[in-house]
């Protein structure tokens, strides 16, 4: 079984920096990918960014793209989302997910879940 273990989150003023931490394990991870999405209070879960195991190929939604930095340590089994800049609506719950086959912006793909991370911007 798959578990995935988030950390990293916290309080920050606008303009400033976080390094969002998810530990997989349970599994062999040479393939497929990893994703972070996040959800506000009262919104729908969106797309962050996401990156395979393999050749470390990255994605990223439009509203983070410049800001936020994907990136995996295949022996330690991590990914972090080094997010700078950050702005009040990047307030939200943070979570890390696996997807057994593909890179992709569709939380569908993903199979595995953690718990979340609290991230808090204040203005």
């Known amino acids: 079984q798959v578990q995935l273990v988030e950390s990293g989150g916290g309080l920050v003023q606008a303009g400033g920096s976080l390094r969002l931490s998810c530990a997989a394990s349970?599994?062999?991870?040479?393939?497929?990918?990893m994703g972070w999405f996040r959800q506000a209070l009262g919104k729908e879960r969106e797309f962050v960014a996401a990156i395979t195991w393999s050749i470390g190929r990255t994605l990223y939604s439009d509203s983070v793209k410049g800001r936020f930095t994907i990136s995996r340590d295949n022996a330690k089994n991590t990914v972090y989302l080094q997010m700078n800049s950050l702005k009040p609506d990047d307030t939200a719950v943070y979570y890390c997910a696996c997807s057994r086959t593909s890179l992709s912006r569709n939380d569908l793909q993903y199979n595995y879940w953690g718990q979340g991370t609290q991230v808090t911007v204040s203005s």
């Open positions: 349970g599994r062999t991870f040479s393939s497929g990918a």
